[in-house]
């Protein structure tokens, strides 16, 4: 595990954009991701996003201490990026390209495509007290409140 960043700390220049082996075989691809040698963080909790409306939003939080890397399994998306400063808008359309994300940073998601599937690594489990979902606590937390 890398050394846990604070939260308050992180900027969209931590944000790293990973290319994934991909596999070619004669009847498909394969990608795997492998804890802690592939991505900066023991796999705690796999969890994905589908059957999520065009027009639906999701994320809309940040969280304390939770490392993600997000890939777009199947399909694509937009995921918008805030650090209390500056915003990054990232489109994942790739089974082989992961988003890291650090924790500390604001998420929102959007313009699933039809079959769009969010797959999420994360080094947590689920926890609620982990969330921020108030955006203004949200840039309180940023500025050390
Ligand atoms: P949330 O993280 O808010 O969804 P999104 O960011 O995709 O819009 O979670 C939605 C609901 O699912 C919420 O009630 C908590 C629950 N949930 C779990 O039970 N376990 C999990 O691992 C996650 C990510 C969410």
């Given amino acids: 595990m890398i050394e846990q960043i604070d939260g308050r700390n992180t900027r969209i220049k931590d944000v790293r954009e990973i290319k994934l082996k991909r596999i070619n075989l004669s009847n498909g691809a394969l990608t795997a ?52 400063h500056d915003s990054k808008k990232y489109v994942l359309r790739q089974p082989d390209e992961g988003l890291l994300i650090p924790p500390g940073l604001w998420r929102d998601l959007k313009n699933f495509s039809g079959g769009g599937i969010c797959l999420v690594l994360a080094s947590m489990l689920y926890s609620e007290d982990d969330y921020i979902r108030d955006f203004s606590q949200y840039e309180r937390f940023k500025k050390g409140n």
């Fill in 33 to 84: 991701i492998n804890s802690v040698s592939d991505i900066p963080f023991e796999i705690n909790r796999v969890y994905y996003l589908y059957d999520v409306p065009n027009n639906s939003d999701r994320g809309a939080h940040g969280h304390r201490e939770l490392y993600q890397l997000i890939v777009a399994a199947s399909g694509s998306f937009e995921i918008t990026l805030y650090d209390g």
